[in-house]
């Protein structure tokens, strides 16, 4: 029984000497058995840097980049904040009609809108825009669907604002789709729209013939 004594005294004090407790002085730091990331590596301001070719560490911030504890949804101002391209407002202070001059409505614009749509709406809302997406199967049964004719007259002005900041279940995109993202969705979920409502004089007189008529 006494061997267990001894083995337990020796424990005892090789783990009170692991710990640090040395019993003397020392300059040294005691030795860590779960650092827990209280000492990491890091560059210092304004230190070199080998990784990036100009060998600098301080990087230039990404386009588009917010603050920490400043959020585009909560204040636009802080990219700017144009009335049309960040609010979804005209100058009179109402839901704009229609989209940004400063936006290309092309091929490009639309694949973007394409793109991110799948990403964050058609979950919910469907591939066509239905309100018929995966989360329905989940119990999600009050997802809007873009083929209402309310959703159809309403100002892309205010989808916008939807968007960026949510309405009944449906969160806020405003930190995860750039202005420019919102409208490319807006323009895209237009096309679904149409797609489904569209007739035949929707179609340019020179494209009719595709279609057999």
């Known amino acids: 029984m006494r061997y267990v004594y001894f083995a337990t005294a020796f424990l005892v004090i090789l783990t009170i000497s692991i710990a640090g407790f040395r019993g003397r002085i020392s300059t040294k730091p005691p030795v860590e058995v779960f650092p827990d990331m209280d000492r990491q590596a890091k560059y210092k301001p304004e230190a070199a840097s080998p990784f990036f070719a ?43 009609r229609g989209f940004p001059p400063e936006l290309a409505l092309d091929a490009r614009l639309m694949a973007r809108g394409r793109d991110r749509y799948t990403i964050y709406c058609a979950p919910c809302h469907g591939a066509l825009g239905d309100g018929q997406g995966i989360t329905r199967g989940y119990g999600m049964a009050t997802t809007a669907t873009y083929q209402d004719d309310r959703i159809r007259a309403m100002a892309e002005g205010e989808i916008f604002n939807t968007i960026t900041h949510g309405k009944n279940t449906m969160l806020a995109y405003g930190d995860k789709l750039d202005p420019r993202d919102r409208w490319a969705v807006i323009a895209y979920l237009r096309a679904l729209e149409r797609a489904r409502a569209g007739t035949v004089a929707d179609v340019p007189a020179d494209h009719r013939a595709d279609l057999g008529l």
Request: overall charge neutral; charged content about 30%.
């Open 54 to 96: 100009d060998g600098r560490a301080d990087r230039p911030l990404p386009a588009g980049v917010v603050a920490r504890g400043r959020s585009v949804a909560a204040d636009p101002a802080c990219l700017g904040a144009d009335g049309f391209l960040d609010r979804g407002k005209n100058a009179q202070g109402e839901w704009a």
